[in-house]
């Protein structure tokens, strides 16, 4: 059974960054889409990046595009979100996710594993 394991969450001041990481066991990481996905508190989660398993192909929501990257490590199983002048808005907890399917895709419904999740705090 597959499994994800976030880390890398914090309090930040506003302007600051974290990197947070996310490794995988009991799949086959170098064939999986995998994604950053975020929950702010009252509202829904909401799709933040994804990389094929390859990394050839990124994608972002609008509102990170320049501060946030996702990058991959297939020998580490290890897939990470280096987050960049953060902002109070940012604050959420953070989910890795996995897809078996290929193809990079922002709607959650794809996706078949999940991480418990990272509290990212920023702080203003």
């Known amino acids: 059974q597959g499994q994800l394991v976030e880390s890398g969450g914090g309090l930040v001041q506003a302007g600051g960054s974290l990197r947070l990481s996310c490794v995988a066991s009991g799949l086959t990481f170098s064939t999986k889409t995998m994604g950053w996905f975020r929950r702010a508190p009252g509202k829904e989660r909401e799709f933040v990046a994804s990389i094929t398993y390859n990394g050839g192909t990124t994608n972002y929501r609008d509102s990170v595009k320049g501060r946030f990257t996702i990058s991959r490590d297939n020998a580490k199983h290890t897939v990470y979100l280096q987050m960049n002048s953060l902002r109070p808005e940012d604050t959420a907890v953070y989910y890795c996710?996995?897809?078996?399917?290929?193809?990079?895709?922002?709607?959650?419904?794809?996706?078949?594993?999940w991480g418990q999740g990272t509290q990212v705090t920023v702080s203003s």
């Open positions: 996710a996995a897809r078996d399917g290929s193809g990079a895709t922002r709607y959650e419904f794809y996706y078949n594993y």
